[in-house]
């Protein structure tokens, strides 16, 4: 799924122009990462859970070469579907 393909959607569900429908798509994106920013989580009912979730630092290999690298530590973000999502897919 990208950007323009929420734009497009937005724009046959409604009567808006696609550039419009563009900034919506845009504008939900952005207020949906400052929610995790802010508070570390975002539900959307119906759909599913996104978190943010801390990673540890740690040892990994590099694929090509084999050799160890150093990861450090950060951010990831998870998402968990809700159970209406699971039983319509």
């Given amino acids: 799924m990208s ?3 929420i ?3 937005i ?3 409604t009567e ?3 550039v419009a429908a563009t900034r919506v798509a845009g504008d939900l994106m ?3 990462v400052k929610e995790l920013r802010q508070a570390g989580k975002f539900t959307l009912p119906g ?3 996104f978190s943010v979730r801390k ?5 990994a290999l590099n694929p090509r070469t084999g050799e160890p690298v150093k990861v450090k530590a950060g951010k990831t ?3 968990k579907a809700s159970p209406t999502l699971k039983q319509a897919v």
């Fill in 16 to 18: 808006i122009t696609g």
């Fill in 30 to 32: 952005g207020a949906i």
């Fill in 3 to 5: 950007k323009a393909f």
């Fill in 11 to 13: 724009q046959d569900a």
């Fill in 77 to 79: 973000v998870r998402f």
């Fill in 47 to 49: 759909f599913g859970t």
């Fill in 55 to 59: 990673t540890k630092a740690r040892k």
């Fill in 7 to 9: 734009a497009q959607a």
